[in-house]
């Protein structure tokens, strides 16, 4: 009933609006027309008087000329005469009586004969008719609208009030389809376009609700299959990781923390949970190009050479390629971890030497989390650094190693990568 209300009331002003509008126009431009056609008349007259009166005040034939006047004078629209004769001092005024001024339009011929100027006319023209005939056609113009616009009004409001039924039915029964009951059935008898459109509307209702019984039937058995498959690509990718660091590291939570870590940055960074939740499962694999390094190298106790510090360096190669071209999301970020995380901000990292924004937000993260974790825990090649330590260490590496708003965000959150450590503690 409020739709209906305000849909009335919207299309009575409208209408009503447009009626006046037109009507002003349409007045207006009738008035203009009609003293044009006026100043038109009084042109074409001047035309018409000047020329016989001139020739009969210059052979001054009296009674024609007077005769000729008011001949004129019974113009309605003429309300004075004024002649006035140079030559025989004849001066001969016609008068309708007294008019107001402001409908008063004047005007002043020269009477010549051989280009001697032998007298003046001036001749009173009133604008009354024109007001009379304007009032006149105002009236039938506003009584027309009213008339018309209650016509219209009385339609459109049976008309409306019809759609409005039609529409509460269909709106109902829409609400109830959206909150889940597809049991309701959509019952409008209609030959027209609302008629047409709810039978599609129970057709759709049906459908629904015969699907909704298939999913309900599968929906459950989808969802345990889909957490299963998760759990299950979780778990694999953090074992094969495990399995990746304890060939040369004897830390069982290294890829642990360094997955909860990488979530936790990810996440007081702004990244999306899903983006945050993808690189928690594909950091355990960023050292999965290890298992193309032979023994020799990988377990050296020892410093390194720089030539086997130069094939220990194509891990991160390895990994790329094993990861890459899977087309699958998690993967692909998993193949830039791999392939990433040993890139420096300033550009002096490997393999490719990328610097700044080149290098992936997810290698960016991983990076630092992984020299974060290998420095607070110990190796067979060192000692676990102090807490104090590490963020002296991660200060002057921003903008250097470590992108400097990560690093920053890490320091600023320390405690936070402190506890996840004492959780994961060997």
């Not at 431009?29 to 008349?41: G, H, R, S, V, Y």
């Not at 290098?359 to 650094?385: H, M, P, Q």
């Amino acid at each position: 009933m409020k739709l209906l209300l305000k849909i009335f009331i919207t299309l009575f002003i409208s209408i009503t609006s447009s009626f006046f509008i037109y009507s002003v126009i349409i007045l207006n431009t009738t008035k203009t027309d009609l003293e044009e056609k006026l100043i038109q008349k009084i042109k074409n007259n001047n035309k018409l008087y000047t020329i016989p009166i001139s020739a009969l005040l210059y052979e001054f034939n009296e009674d024609v000329l007077i005769s000729l006047l008011h001949s004129i004078y019974n113009d309605k629209e003429i309300v004075k005469i004024e002649l006035i004769d140079f030559s025989n001092n004849l001066n001969l005024t016609l008068n309708k009586g007294e008019f107001n001024a402001d409908d008063i339009i004047k005007d002043k011929l020269e009477l010549k004969y051989a280009n001697e100027k032998i007298g003046i006319l001036k001749v009173s023209y009133t604008k009354k008719y024109i007001n009379i005939f304007f009032n006149q056609f105002k009236n039938y113009a506003i009584l027309f609208s009213v008339l018309l616009v209650f016509i219209l009004l009385i339609s459109l409001y049976f008309i409306i009030k019809q759609i409005i039924k039609s529409l509460d039915i269909l709106s109902k029964a829409t609400e109830k389809i959206t909150s889940g009951n597809l049991h309701h059935k959509i019952n409008i008898k209609s030959n027209d376009e609302i008629g047409l459109l709810a039978n599609k509307f129970e057709t759709m209702r049906e459908n629904l609700h015969n699907r909704e019984v298939l999913n309900k039937q599968q929906s459950e058995k989808i969802q345990e299959l889909n957490k299963e498959m998760i759990e299950t690509q979780e778990v694999l990718i953090e074992t094969l990781g495990e399995v990746i660091e304890k060939r040369y590291i004897d830390d069982p939570y290294h890829v642990k923390r360094v997955a909860d870590m990488s979530y936790l940055l990810a996440k007081l960074l702004g990244m999306k949970e899903s983006e945050a939740i993808s690189l928690k499962i594909v950091s355990p694999m960023h050292d999965i190009g290890k298992i193309g390094i032979s023994d020799s190298i990988l377990l050296k106790p020892g410093k390194l050479t720089p030539e086997e510090f130069e094939i220990m360096k194509t891990h991160s190669t390895i990994g790329y390629d094993i990861l890459k071209d899977t087309h699958k999301e998690t993967l692909d970020i998993a193949s830039l971890v791999a392939y990433e995380h040993h890139e420096r901000w300033n550009g002096t990292g490997y393999p490719m030497g990328k610097k700044g924004e080149e290098i992936s937000i997810f290698g960016r993260i991983t990076a630092i989390i992984d020299v974060f974790d290998a420095l607070a825990n110990k190796r067979c090649y060192k000692e676990a650094w102090q807490y104090d330590e590490i963020i002296t260490y991660l200060k002057k590496e921003r903008g250097e190693q470590f992108d400097p708003i990560i690093a920053q965000k890490l320091i600023d959150n320390i405690d936070i990568f402190i506890d996840v450590q004492k959780k994961y503690s060997t």
